[in-house]
Nanobody, 127 residues
């Protein structure tokens, strides 16, 4: 059962950049379909970006396409989300997830029979 720990959240001015990280306990990190979700208080959790296992192909929600980049460091079993041109509406909790189905537009990714795992979240505030 992989463990996920997010870090790197904080406060940034609108138009600025921030990178959040997700450190995992995975031994074979490329065997996991990884994703970032976000959730505002009182709202449903929404998918932000996903990176497919093995191939590393990336996918994004329309709301962040061109501004956010998901990436992974296989040597350190770490997932990243680089966020540029941040907007006040990006102010939410960000969660990383392993093998959790994620809906991005009309397509659902990371659909697997394997058990999904969530991190505890990291807060991003854009002022």
């Amino acid at each position: 059962h992989v463990q996920l720990v997010e870090s790197g959240g904080g406060t940034v001015e609108a138009g600025g950049s921030l990178r959040v990280s997700c450190t995992t306990s995975a031994v074979t990190f490329d065997n996991y379909c990884m994703a970032w979700f976000r959730q505002a208080s009182g709202k449903e959790r929404e998918g932000v970006a996903a990176i497919r296992r093995y191939s590393g192909t990336t996918f994004y929600a329309d709301s962040v396409k061109g501004r956010f980049t998901i990436s992974r460091d296989l040597a350190n079993s770490t997932l990243y989300l680089q966020m540029n041109s941040l907007k006040p509406e990006d102010t939410v909790m960000y969660y990383c997830a392993a093998n959790v189905p994620i809906q991005l537009g009309a397509v659902k990714y990371c659909q697997t029979a394997r058990e999904g795992t969530w991190g505890q979240g990291t807060q991003v505030t854009v002022s």
